[in-house]
């Protein structure tokens, strides 16, 4: 264990929904707005500080509606104090433009993917132009990217985009790994990542998602490393091989754990809007 870690706030983010798992996939995945503040306040009193939010239709498919977005935030203001909110703009939400129309909102962050890379059976597009609306978007109403990072290109994006302003520093990168066709879980990606971020964008803070059967290990490795860590159903919908997780909770308590087991405190809310560098709560 690096001599560093041990005593850094950890950062817990829950990704609740996503855009793919359903009730068949898992009952717990919560796909109303109610079910989602629900599932959201349990999450934040096991630890979670950010919750990364998807909005569904009655059917459960995918949807970028604003309206459900605002009730969304007023349920998690109101029962979550403090916490930071943040929204999806991927692409499997919506089309285009419509894919930053909750942006208004103004919550405390968006995900943003800089590139675009493959998907288990499509082409992941953010065509620039669009990369450069939404980053705009989140400017204009102090929104704090988080940063996406399917490929090391995406890195490479962010940190020529914080250069050129079109990204207020320090940024916030995540890596995504596990994902089917694009980066596997490989160990040595994962510490050449940290090394590239150490270089390029040597103030900043970094996450790190698993998805399916890797979110564990990601989990373990991001605790262990000194970086901030993301769990939740959108990801992986099972707390082992076996066993369906039954709650977000339940995976958020697994990398609190995590963070005992590596010496490293939970980070309150206070904390990580201090280390994300965020409006207080509210504002």
């Not at 399916?212 to 262990?224: D, F, H, L, Y």
Request: proline content about 7%; glycine content about 8%.
């Amino acid at each position: 264990m690096p001599e560093t870690v041990a005593g850094k706030p950890c950062i817990i983010c829950v990704a609740i929904t996503g855009s793919l798992p359903t009730k068949a996939n898992n009952p717990a995945v919560p796909i109303t707005v109610e079910e989602q503040i629900e599932s959201t306040q349990e999450a934040f009193e096991a630890g979670a500080t950010i919750v990364h939010a998807h909005v569904r239709n009655e059917d459960e498919t995918p949807s970028s509606d604003p309206e459900k977005f605002a009730r969304l935030q007023e349920g998690v203001k109101k029962h979550c104090p403090g916490m930071i909110i943040q929204f999806s703009t991927g692409g499997r939400s919506g089309a285009g433009q419509a894919r930053g129309g909750m942006l208004p909102l103004r919550p405390d962050m968006a995900s943003l993917s800089v590139g675009s890379n493959n998907f288990p059976t499509r082409v992941y597009e953010n065509p620039p132009d669009l990369v450069n609306w939404l980053a705009s978007e989140m400017l204009t109403y102090d929104i704090k990217p988080e940063i996406e990072a399917f490929d090391l290109s995406h890195i490479h994006q962010a940190a020529s985009m914080q250069k050129d302003g079109r990204l207020k520093a320090p940024a916030y990168v995540q890596f995504v790994m596990g994902v089917k066709n694009a980066m596997p879980a490989d160990r040595d990606v994962f510490d050449y990542y940290i090394r590239t971020m150490e270089r390029l964008l040597p103030e900043s803070q970094w996450c790190a998602a698993g998805i399916g059967r890797e979110q564990c290990v990601i989990n373990e490795w991001a605790v262990s490393s000194g970086g901030h860590a993301r769990t939740g159903l959108e990801d992986n919908v099972r707390i082992d091989k076996d066993t369906l997780a039954p709650s977000n909770a339940a995976l958020v308590r697994r990398v609190v754990g995590l963070c005992e087991k590596f010496e490293r405190p939970v980070a309150t809310v206070a904390q990580a809007r201090s280390l994300l560098g965020l409006r207080k709560a509210d504002a």
